[in-house]
């Protein structure tokens, strides 16, 4: 049974929340986990994303930094060089330059957004839903604040008017919407006509078998460590962007584009040792959990922060089993065009 949602202030950080309320947030997400609930996770999407996100943000920038998703890796390429060279690439795709409006959709904490403002001069727009993200995405960009603002808000109903967005990006965040192309259709809506949405997204390969007990597996924890309503097959996405009324431009999977030796998952398999890839590598995230339990019991810190912790590590094993055994992707390449009034 999914319970009223834990009141949220306009900012909630996983510190903020009693130990009461993780634990209520937390029961309540594995809830709508429950197996045979992917209608209710689609129709409660924003209380799925907004409490994964309050529970999981300090973590992800304790281990992976202010940018949150993947890359394509070239032999002997760092993992915070492979994500600048992939963001870089959504500028060149969409020709960036001074004097452009962009909608970054979903925009995190606004690592992506604050690199593409400082490299092209475009002006960025940050649409989120979470409020604790946004906050932190004004910390993180206030160099180029005069470049960047932001808008607390759903991508389902982006609250802007009609074309009036030269361009638009999404790194890894559409997976959370719960009909796609009725997601598109509010980006389409938005842009000018002739403007471009740029962007990745996670989806499941030709090689997921759907009668297959072990991708089903993977798939399903992949959705209950990130907050996925559902993953959609890379077929699919393309159908979506047709529907909403996009031309697509292009559509690929990048994964492969990784060297043999530099696989997207790298960075979650313990391969990539420093100092400051620990907390990312199997061992660094059992240790953060055995220490998470130990302060539970002192006291030290709320109840349900090691199940916070628990989410994430199931996540990242699953993302890496996914990627191994090739019916997952993260960076499935898409560049979608509004066509003008004339082509139509």
């Not at 999404?170 to 471009?196: N, Q, W, Y």
Request: proline share 6%; hydrophobic share 35%.
């Amino acid at each position: 049974m999914i319970r009223e949602p834990v009141k949220r202030s306009s900012s909630r950080t996983l510190a903020d929340l009693s130990p009461g309320q993780i634990k209520s947030v937390v029961d309540q997400y594995t809830g709508l986990h429950a197996p045979g609930t992917p209608e209710l996770r689609k129709e409660h999407y924003q209380m799925l994303v907004n409490h994964y996100y309050d529970l999981v943000t300090d973590f992800y920038e304790f281990g992976w930094g202010q940018s949150f998703h993947f890359a394509p890796r070239r032999q002997g390429e760092s993992f915070k060089s492979s994500l600048l060279r992939h963001q870089l690439f959504l500028a060149d795709r969409l020709s960036l330059k001074p004097g452009m409006k962009v909608l970054d959709v979903g925009c995190g904490v606004g690592g992506p957004m604050g690199t593409l403002a400082r490299h092209s001069g475009a002006s960025f727009v940050g649409l989120n839903n979470n409020a604790y993200q946004i906050e932190r995405a004004k910390v993180h960009t206030r160099d180029v604040q005069s470049l960047c603002r932001f808008i607390h808000g759903d991508y389902m109903q982006i609250p802007e008017d009609d074309n009036c967005y030269d361009g638009a990006i999404a790194i890894e965040s559409m997976p959370h919407a719960p009909d796609k192309t009725a997601a598109f259709r509010e980006i389409f809506r938005v842009l000018r006509p002739g403007a471009c949405l740029a962007g990745y997204e996670w989806c499941l390969t030709k090689d997921f078998n759907a009668h297959n007990q072990e991708h089903l597996r993977i798939k399903k924890s992949i959705e209950i460590g990130n907050a996925l309503p559902d993953i959609a097959l890379t077929s699919e996405v393309c159908d979506a962007f047709r529907m909403a009324g996009f031309e697509l431009l292009e559509a690929r999977d990048l994964a492969p584009e990784s060297h043999p030796t530099m696989p997207w998952h790298r960075a979650l398999q313990g391969r990539d040792l420093s100092l400051s890839s620990i907390p990312r590598t199997p061992i660094g995230r059992a240790l953060t959990n055995m220490g998470l339990r130990v302060c539970e019991k002192l006291r030290l810190v709320p109840e349900g922060t090691t199940a916070v912790s628990t989410v994430l590590n199931l996540g990242a094993d699953t993302l890496t089993e996914g990627g191994e055994s090739g019916i997952f992707t993260p960076m499935f390449f898409f560049l979608a065009r509004k066509p003008l009034p004339s082509e139509n």
